[in-house]
């Protein structure tokens, strides 16, 4: 039988990061994935440029059933560490906006970087490869691959959630962990767009393309950053972040002139442009078609803004600053960046990954109950977790 001191299930980003570094430390790794090809996700990550850090990660960007787990790898292997990484391999990248960083060129190279760096360290790699099985032996695992069997002392399980299956993602780690008897947290799509029910559809189908500046807030958890009313809800990046707390039969609201008050500013026109039609009025605060259905659906029988009572002009800056709305669904694993929930923490060591109950096994990267935000998070949270692994396997 082939033995390996390692073997990485998912030669995602997790999954590579800990080869790399079990390699440099001399353990013989051998990563498995049954895709044709490593890293898919970072090749399609970030538009194609790969949002590969965030500046500010802290574990405050992050949801798990224990909102401090991510703690410990996160400041095992900080941004910063990526980044000197990237640099070192002479990856131009740049900042975006809010602390992201992206390729200047194009994600493949974060794969390449990957690649090289597992080359160096004397990491295989079997593409097309399925898992059978695993069964715990006396001195750690034996895996059933398609390709025979392998005997290894740790196994890292790092095949990521479910979000677009059709890429390959499946639930394979949370059926390990489960054999071994570790919990799983209910997993659900996330940063994902929301959609509508028909009716509502209907209503808004005026406005599908039109992008935005919005503050959409969900409870007391907001966040500012692009909309997009689309043909089937809305998405962009405020609704993706939203849609990780948002639940089925919760409503969200919007604000889509944000640090504008649009009462005041409603008031002020009427006095001083008291001929002005209602929609264009509204329409210096937000794109043409937004004011015009806002004019039609509350303020339907008025002209001019002078004819607007002051309750009418309250109905109409609610619906500019605090539209509230229902999302029937989202759109799934299908469209999902991410997965919420998976391995649950409470069965891991927050430092090295590693089962409590069960040595030598490790669950790292999106298979685990720790989800980023939108904005570079969710690679920095693959990285510190198969970093801090690759330092304990
Ligand atoms: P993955 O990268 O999903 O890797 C898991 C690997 O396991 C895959 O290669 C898969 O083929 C393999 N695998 C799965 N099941 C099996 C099995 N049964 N047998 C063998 N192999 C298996 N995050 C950011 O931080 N920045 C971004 O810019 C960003 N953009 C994104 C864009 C899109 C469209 C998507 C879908 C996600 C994006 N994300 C982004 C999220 C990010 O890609 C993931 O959080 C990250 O890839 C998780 O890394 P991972 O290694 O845990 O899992």
């Known amino acids: 039988m082939e033995h390996h001191d390692v ?7 997790a999954g590579m990061m800990c080869a790399i570094e079990a390699g440099k430390r001399g353990r013989s790794v051998l990563v498995v994935d049954h895709a044709k090809a490593p890293g898919e996700k970072i090749r399609i990550s970030g538009g194609g440029r790969c949002n ?4 500010g990660a802290t574990h405050l960007n992050f949801l798990s059933a224990n909102p401090k787990f991510c703690v410990s790898a996160l400041r095992r292997y900080r941004p910063r560490d990526f980044i000197a990484l990237v640099e070192r391999h002479g990856v131009a990248y740049h900042e975006k906006t809010l602390g992201q960083l992206f390729c200047d060129g194009s994600a493949r190279q974060i794969v390449d970087l990957l690649l090289a760096e597992m080359r160096a360290a004397g990491v295989q790699l079997r593409l097309e490869t399925r898992v059978e099985g695993v069964t715990k032996t006396e001195g750690g695992f034996e895996v059933a691959l398609s390709s025979g069997k392998v005997a290894c002392a740790s196994l890292v399980v790092a095949s990521g959630g479910k979000s677009i299956p059709k890429m390959g993602a499946t639930g394979l780690g949370y059926d390990i962990a489960r054999q071994f008897g570790l919990g799983v947290v209910d997993t659900r799509p996330a940063l994902v ?7 509502t559809l209907a209503r808004l189908s005026p406005l599908s393309g039109i992008g935005l500046d919005a503050v959409v807030s969900h409870g007391k958890t907001k966040f500012r950053e692009g909309m997009l009313f689309t043909h089937r809800g809305l998405s962009g990046p405020s609704i993706l972040q939203i849609s990780s707390y948002w639940r089925e039969g919760d409503e969200i609201r919007v604000d889509m ?9 409603l008031k002020a026109a009427r ?9 264009t009025v509204l329409s210096t605060l937000l794109p043409r078609r937004v004011a015009q259905l806002i004019a039609d659906e509350d303020a339907p029988d008025k002209g001019n803004i002078a004819d607007c009572s002051d309750k009418v002009l309250g109905r109409l800056a609610g619906a500019v600053n605090a539209w509230t709305v229902k999302p029937a669904g989202s759109e799934g694993y299908r469209t999902a960046e991410v997965t919420l929930g998976g391995v649950d ?5 927050s430092r090295t990954l590693e089962a409590k109950a069960v040595a030598g096994l490790y669950f790292i990267g999106e298979v685990v109950d720790v989800t980023g935000w939108l ?11 198969g970093w801090s692994a690759g330092q304990s396997v």
């Open 7 to 13: 073997l990485v299930i998912g030669a995602g980003a």
């Open 52 to 55: 590969f850090t965030n500046l």
């Open 345 to 349: 923490t409470d069965a891991l060591d």
């Open 257 to 265: 002139a944000p640090g504008v008050d649009a009462l005041a500013a």
């Open 271 to 279: 006095t001083a442009t008291p001929r002005q039609a209602v929609a």
């Open 193 to 199: 767009p929301l959609t509508f029910e028909p009716a």
């Open 375 to 385: 904005g570079g998070y969710n690679f920095q949270w693959a990285w510190a977790s």
